[in-house]
């Protein structure tokens, strides 16, 4: 279970403000990726990075932004813009993204559920 | 891209028997398929993965299958105990990432 971290565990902010949920690990992989979880809409993806100082939108970046200027770090930023911030956010990560199979693996972090009323 | 189709949402199933999971996906070119399980209130993990190049893999009470032709892969529990009850997530690989299916709800019923 060790290696990816997330913090804090349970994260509560007003409407309008924004706000950074934290992703770390010490797994020396490449790959890192932000997932959010509603519930009966599995895992949909926000953001993802192959490499440090490069990041890909998933299939819902609108009203999210990422930075990753470490290997270790990939911090995710829920933006005024975001209509419906409330849920479940899970951080993953990967030895790489593409190239040999196995590298796909992901290891999740244990999520911060974030809540904005 | 790759979309990943998975059923039923929710599946309950006497303990001890049998419980099958299956998963469509339309990018022929993924060759690489994993199964995630949720527990309550933790965090997703690998269960058991299957590649393309191979139609069935087993891991004790967990078997997947590949059928690459009609583009469907599905998990197989047998002799289901209480401790099988979490959200089982299919996947498949596409482009440089993995795409998920929106999960399955087992419930085992004492």
């Known amino acids: 279970d060790g290696g990816i971290t997330q913090s804090p565990k349970y994260l509560f902010r007003k409407e309008g403000q924004n706000v950074t949920l934290s992703c770390e690990q010490n797994l020396n992989h490449d790959a890192m990726y932000w997932y959010r979880q509603d519930p009966g809409q599995g895992l949909r993806l926000i953001y993802y990075s192959q490499i440090v100082n490069d990041f890909q939108k998933g299939d819902i970046a609108e009203g999210y932004s990422v930075s990753r200027e470490k290997k270790e770090s990939f911090p995710l930023t829920v933006t005024s813009a975001q209509k419906n911030p409330t849920a479940f956010y899970l951080c993953?990560?990967?030895?790489?993204?593409?190239?040999?199979?196995?590298?796909?693996?992901?290891?999740f972090g244990p999520g911060t559920r974030l809540t904005v009323t | 891209g790759e979309n990943v189709e998975q059923h039923p949402s929710t599946l309950s199933v006497q303990e001890g028997d049998s419980a099958v999971i299956k998963c469509t996906y339309s990018?022929?070119?993924?060759?690489?398929f994993p199964w995630y399980k949720q527990e309550l209130g933790k965090r997703p993990q690998l269960i058991i993965d299957?590649?393309?190049?191979?139609g069935e893999k087993k891991d004790q009470r967990i078997a997947v299958t590949l059928n690459k032709t009609a583009k469907h892969f599905s998990l197989h529990i047998t002799e289901t105990q209480p401790e099988d009850s979490a959200v089982y997530f299919c996947a498949a690989n596409g482009d440089d990432k993995i795409i998920f299916g929106k999960g399955t709800r087992l419930h085992i019923l004492p």
């Open positions: 990018d022929s070119a993924s060759n690489y």
């Open positions: 299957i590649r393309s190049n191979v």
């Open positions: 993953a990560s990967s030895i790489a993204a593409g190239g040999p199979i196995s590298s796909y693996e992901q290891y």
